[in-house]
């Protein structure tokens, strides 16, 4: 390794405590947390959510771990604190951490060309125009993306549908990136797309995490499954988290849902639901969007980079890792990602909030993600706290304002 360095009631789940000091800070106040509580229960109530899972942790001590609502409104299943959801793009930081442990171990540097350790990627092209055929006009690369690129989006990739739109995006799907094949079986097949961009020159999110899944399996010789439950799941007692949700836990799975009107609309059912049923192994194991968790275990995840890559007194992640995922990485010729995410800008996996002013005063220096599906979290180093929120909602609008209230809540 490289040179490192609730109920409403509190309670401390013995193995995220594991992960903590014994000094406490002062609580997040409680009329936050019911703030957040209750805007969330309106939602429901007003038959915009299904439900909810919510969990906040400052330093160690649990202080709000609160289910709300149904994960299965037909049946009246109510939801519970130990609910499975589809994470999606919270899926996007565990394997970032994944590449990273390997980053630890020598087996790549940031500025290395991807090309260099996935050769079947070497020379791709960037789009300069599409034709009224459909067929592209393009230009060599100015340079071979990076490794950097590829974990801060900024690499030249978009995504399919539906993230990303036009031909490219819709060139992903027809070779078979993301669909009924393994990561070995589909990623090369990028090497006869163009790039949408040259690399570096904006921020594009993307189905980079995807290709960083396959050059996980490249660098390790693991499939990623495997290198997750080795290196994450299994040291950090992860044990509902993974690529599909096993029959004997089937019931715990939460449905998706869309507010119409004042209903609800099952989405997960449909054959075409983005991610599949998640109840079955995929073949493509999708490092961006594959996952399934619970609150509990997210937690766990999150807790590790809050307290500098430490779990049980062993360093799983050097400080030198997560210094460099936690920090902006972005060229300095793009100032900052998305318009829909004010105020941020993009480590390695993580957004990080760079103005705190515009993003509902959540601290400078707080790294995040969210998933297509709803759920969210954020870890504040500066207030040492961990909030997860889960839901199953195929309204983004509607998961964006949410968001924005809870942080609006805990943080003014």
């Not at 961009?197 to 995807?210: A, E, F, L, M, R």
């Amino acid at each position: 390794m490289r040179a490192n360095l609730l109920s409403k009631m509190r309670f401390v789940v013995p193995a995220v405590a594991l992960f903590f000091s014994a000094q406490i800070l002062a609580d997040v106040e409680q009329a936050r947390l019911d703030a957040v509580a209750a805007d969330l229960q309106a939602r429901i109530d007003e038959g915009k959510l299904s439900g909810a899972v919510v969990m906040v942790a400052q330093d160690g001590e649990v202080l709000m771990h609160e289910a709300m609502g149904y994960q299965n409104v037909e049946d009246q299943v109510p939801m519970s604190t130990d609910t499975i959801f589809r994470i999606f793009s919270m899926t996007k930081p565990v394997t970032g951490t994944a590449l990273m442990m390997l980053w630890d171990e020598g087996k790549f540097e940031l500025d290395d060309p991807v090309e260099m350790h996935l050769p079947e990627l070497a020379g791709m092209r960037v789009l300069v125009e599409e034709n009224d055929d459909g067929s592209w006009n393009t230009e060599p690369a100015d340079h071979p993306m990076t490794i950097r690129e590829l974990m801060s989006h900024t690499g030249g990739l978009t995504y399919f549908p539906p993230l990303g739109s036009g031909s490219i995006s819709d060139a992903y799907v027809e070779s078979g990136i993301g669909e009924e094949a393994t990561l070995a079986e589909s990623i090369p097949n990028l090497a006869n797309i163009p790039l949408l961009n040259q690399p570096g020159t904006k921020w594009v999110y993307s189905i980079s995490v995807d290709v960083q899944g396959y050059l996980i399996e490249r660098l390790s010789g693991q499939t990623l499954d495997s290198f997750f439950q080795e290196r994450i799941f299994g040291p950090l007692g992860m044990v509902d988290t993974g690529f599909f949700v096993p029959p004997e836990n089937h019931h715990r799975l939460s449905r998706t849902y869309m507010p119409s009107g004042e209903r609800l609309i099952r989405t997960d059912s449909s054959p075409e639901a983005l991610g599949g049923a998640f109840t079955e192994k995929p073949k493509f194991l999708a490092g961006g969007h594959g996952l399934v968790s619970t609150s509990t275990d997210y937690m766990k995840f999150a807790t590790l980079h809050l307290r500098n890559g430490v779990m049980d007194d062993k360093q799983l992640l050097s400080q030198e890792a997560l210094n460099l995922m936690h920090n902006n990485q972005l060229p300095e010729n793009i100032e900052a990602i998305s318009p829909v995410y004010p105020g941020n800008v993009f480590g390695l996996d993580f957004a990080i909030v760079d103005n705190s002013e515009v993003f509902q005063g959540t601290p400078t220096g707080t790294f995040w993600w969210w998933g297509i599906a709803g759920s969210w979290f954020w870890i504040d180093p500066q207030n040492k706290t961990v909030f997860i929120g889960m839901i199953q909602n195929n309204d983004l609008g509607l998961s964006f304002r949410t968001h924005a209230a809870t942080r609006n809540a805990i943080y003014n």
